[in-house]
């Protein structure tokens, strides 16, 4: 359990025995004792990707029948041997062989992986894409939906038989863009969070209206000594030289 | 609102993560949520139906009942706006707080916001921000701002959600028909249908889209929740916020009095012109009239010099374009293809003969092959549920005291082909009058680098020497399975005995 939320209840006094501070992820221990965060999706993300998969398939099918169309019997062969691949093998191959993601996984930001955090092998993605003709039923995917919104992981009957989970995937960071300021060694030694707390202060403060600015500075005045304009200008000095801007 | 109080983890998250944390909520206090939903709305819903049936237009109540959900709505936000604070409201202080709880907002939604594609997002901010006039209307622009597509997206899915679940219910029932019987009992049900549907039928369908709000509405409002509470660490930095209040706690208690002296005389000590810039920063920027107060005039040819300047080509919005067009029109070629037919037939009949050469093939390679990839699917296909291996336990046996004569009880060992036993027993020995003649305390158990530092102490080059011969050997023996020759542990021995002062 953080020590936040310890500290939380304390302060409000509520529960004797304080749940944990509620979060969306999946925590998976590692052998080595690192816990992995698994993000979880839900039913409304994971509905969009599909969507976007079937209006993909349907185009190539399009695309494939017109084709075909000019090779008369030979071509309606091959148009359902493309139907059944297209329907069937569309997504177990793209999310054995493409990092868990099918275009629609991609555009939402989704992958599936094991439910360890491993990537997904061949065995449970065809698994959990068979699984599909169960969670279909009884009418447009009702049944996938409803175990979707009940499951603490946003998992439908066919994640649960493979083992698998659909998770968020973090948008690639880019090098972050602070304010130039004079880089400034911290008075006191800060634990990794509170570093990352002033140099998130640092990325996304300059957002914020001034007054509130000026207000989240004035809570570190134990640190900077300072607070108002000057207050915000030492925390942004503090984040560039915690990212080694010297 | 306090975010410190907060009993969710705050961290920036993408909108469609930020459903996820209100969902995640919803199921937390499932109960407290469902409870008053079904006190509330099943009898709204029996009175709609039961009024609708009197005046047989019984598809008026189903409308009627979508039309009215902004107000059950309300039930989920009130909770779950509790439940993030971690206290989970009783059903009858619920539905007691619903006559109040956000009545002003309710007008605009029952009315010209009914259809607002981001209502989950924006209900939050008119029921529990409780902010008025054009306060509200920028607060609605704040927060919805960029996650206004993402809200409208919601609506759409969650009405198809609903639309699933509701069709799905009525499809429930044909599963339950068995096959022989499946298209007689389609048909029969296309011609009620057809023939102006029964009552009794129009009152299912009522049901099962009943049946369908109740499941989705709570979860569309909480993922709406979710988005807001995402808008608003956005753009007030709440996870920052908490970070740094824990920072200073932390701060203020490690240093109470010494540091709180030494900051009072650095803040005294400031320049004081950083305060006097203070006020400058977030000020309005000035307009030409602060600026030259009375002496400002309209002059006519300062505005003419600025149209001079709009007309400037490069600063002008004029530009010229100059593209391609056709003149002619291009006359529709309709010709026929080229016939395939023959080409199609030959593709046929080499695809044909090449399927079943290809699937004879590889029915050969799989049956071949079996031995190969049989295991291995075995293998695979087994749940994965390890259990931890037993960690194997030995007792350890209390260290033999050392014999007396320690070299002719190794000699013997080592004849007797026990010379691994022996090389314990020389090390053994060697460890214990090192230690004897360096005058060293070892620990129990040293190591091996933890003797050879100690043996550092020895008075004697020679006697130094020999005891990491004895080390260098018993490591190579222990760890290598290296033995020495037996000349060379001879050596050592006699060496040992000089020099330990082993009797003989």
Same mark, same amino acid.
Not at chain 1, 43 to 66: E, K
Not at chain 2, 18 to 29: I, P
């Given at each position: 359990m953080p020590p936040q939320a310890v500290a939380a209840h304390e302060r409000t006094g509520t529960a004797a025995a304080p749940a944990a501070m509620l979060d969306t992820y999946r925590e998976v221990l590692t052998p080595e004792g690192v816990a992995l965060h698994l993000?979880?999706?839900?039913?409304?993300?994971?509905?969009?990707?599909?969507?976007?998969?079937?209006?993909?398939?349907?185009?190539?099918?399009?695309?494939?029948?017109?084709?075909?169309?000019?090779?008369?019997?030979?071509?309606?062969?091959?148009?359902?041997?493309?139907?059944?691949?297209?329907?069937?093998?569309y997504p177990i191959v793209l999310e054995a062989a493409w990092n868990g993601q099918t275009p629609g996984k991609r555009a939402l930001g989704l992958r599936v992986v094991a439910g360890d955090g491993a990537p997904v092998g061949w065995l449970p993605a065809v698994v959990r894409n068979l699984m599909r003709s169960v969670d279909m039923l009884p009418f447009g995917y009702a049944t996938g939906l409803a175990s979707c919104l009940y499951d603490r992981h946003g998992r439908r009957l066919g994640d649960l038989v493979a083992d698998t989970v659909v998770v968020h995937v973090a948008p690639r960071r880019i090098d972050p863009v602070l304010p130039p300021a004079t880089p400034q060694a911290p008075a006191q030694v800060l634990l990794p969070d509170e570093q990352a +707390?002033?140099? $998130?202060?640092?990325?996304?403060?300059?957002?914020? &209206? /001034? *007054?509130?600015? +000026?207000?989240? $500075?004035?809570?570190?005045?134990?640190?900077?000594? &300072? /607070? *108002?304009?000057?207050?915000v200008r030492r925390l942004y000095g503090l984040a560039n030289w915690l990212l080694g801007r010297r | 609102?306090?975010?410190?109080?907060?009993?969710?983890?705050?961290?920036?998250?993408?909108?469609?993560?930020?459903?996820?944390?209100?969902?995640?909520?919803?199921?937390?206090?499932?109960?407290?949520?469902?409870?008053?939903?079904?006190l509330a709305t099943l009898p709204v819903f029996a009175l709609l139906n039961a009024a609708a049936w009197m005046l047989d237009r019984l598809w008026l109540a189903m409308v009627l009942m979508w039309w009215l959900k902004p107000l059950f709505e309300r039930i989920p936000l009130y909770v779950l706006s509790r439940g993030v604070f971690g206290r989970t409201p009783p059903a009858w202080e619920t539905l007691r707080a619903q006559v109040a709880f956000g009545r002003g907002a309710m007008p605009g939604y029952l009315l010209w916001r009914r259809l607002s594609p981001a209502r989950s997002l924006l209900l939050p901010v008119d029921v529990l921000e409780g902010t008025a006039g054009t306060q509200r209307w920028m607060r609605r622009r704040v927060v919805g701002g960029p996650a206004y597509a993402q809200a409208a997206l919601l609506t759409w899915t969650c009405w198809l959600f609903e639309l699933a679940l509701a069709l799905g219910a009525v499809a429930a029932v044909f599963v339950a028909v068995p096959a022989e019987l499946l298209p007689a009992s389609l048909r029969s049900f296309w011609a009620l249908l057809y023939g102006g549907p029964p009552p009794w039928l129009l009152l299912g369908f009522n049901l099962a889209f009943w049946l369908a709000m109740s499941v989705i509405g709570p979860f569309y409002t909480a993922a709406g929740f979710g988005l807001y509470l995402n808008r608003r660490t956005e753009t007030e930095a709440w996870d920052v916020e908490l970070a740094f209040r824990r920072l200073r706690e932390r701060l203020l208690a490690q240093a109470a009095a010494p540091l709180a002296v030494a900051l009072l005389a650095c803040t005294l000590l400031l320049p004081w012109s950083a305060y006097a810039q203070e006020p400058g920063d977030d000020a309005e920027p000035a307009t030409l009239e602060q600026v030259f107060g009375p002496r400002l005039a309209d002059d006519a040819g300062f505005r003419e010099a600025a149209a001079r300047a709009y007309r400037d080509p490069p600063l002008g919005g004029e530009r010229t374009l100059v593209e391609w067009k056709p003149k002619a029109k291009e006359r529709p070629q309709r010709r026929p293809g080229p016939d395939l037919s023959a080409l199609a037939a030959l593709l046929s009949l080499l695809a044909e003969w090449g399927l079943w050469i290809l699937a004879g093939v590889l029915l050969l390679a799989v049956v071949l092959t079996a031995p190969r990839w049989l295991p291995w699917l075995r293998g695979s296909l087994r749940r994965r549920r390890t259990v931890p291996t037993p960690v194997a336990t030995v007792v350890l046996a209390e260290p033999e005291p050392l014999p007396d004569d320690i070299a002719s009880v190794a000699r013997r060992l080592w004849q007797d082909g026990r010379q691994r036993d022996a090389l314990a027993l020389l090390y053994r020995g060697s460890v214990e009058a090192m230690s004897l003649q360096a005058g060293v305390e070892l620990p129990p158990g040293a190591t091996e680098a933890q003797c050879l530092r100690a043996a550092r102490r020895l008075p004697l080059d020679a006697a130094r020497e020999l005891f990491a011969g004895v080390v260098r050997v018993w490591q190579y023996a222990a760890y290598a399975g290296r033995l020495p020759e037996q000349d060379e542990f001879e050596s050592l021995l006699d060496a040992a005995r000089v020099q330990w002062g082993w009797s003989r």
């Open positions: 993000p979880a999706a839900g039913p409304v993300p994971r509905a969009l990707a599909w969507l976007i998969d079937l209006f993909v398939r349907v185009a190539v099918l399009l695309a494939l029948s017109m084709l075909l169309g000019l090779l008369g019997g030979l071509g309606q062969g091959l148009y359902l041997v493309g139907l059944f691949l297209v329907f069937w093998a +707390a002033i140099v $998130a202060f640092g990325e996304r403060a300059p957002r914020l &209206s /001034a *007054g509130r600015q +000026a207000e989240l $500075a004035a809570l570190l005045f134990p640190l900077t000594g &300072s /607070a *108002g304009s000057e207050g | 609102m306090r975010p410190e109080d907060l009993d969710v983890a705050l961290r920036p998250r993408s909108s469609w993560e930020a459903m996820e944390l209100g969902t995640a909520l919803l199921r937390r206090h499932a109960g407290a949520v469902w409870q008053p939903w079904l």
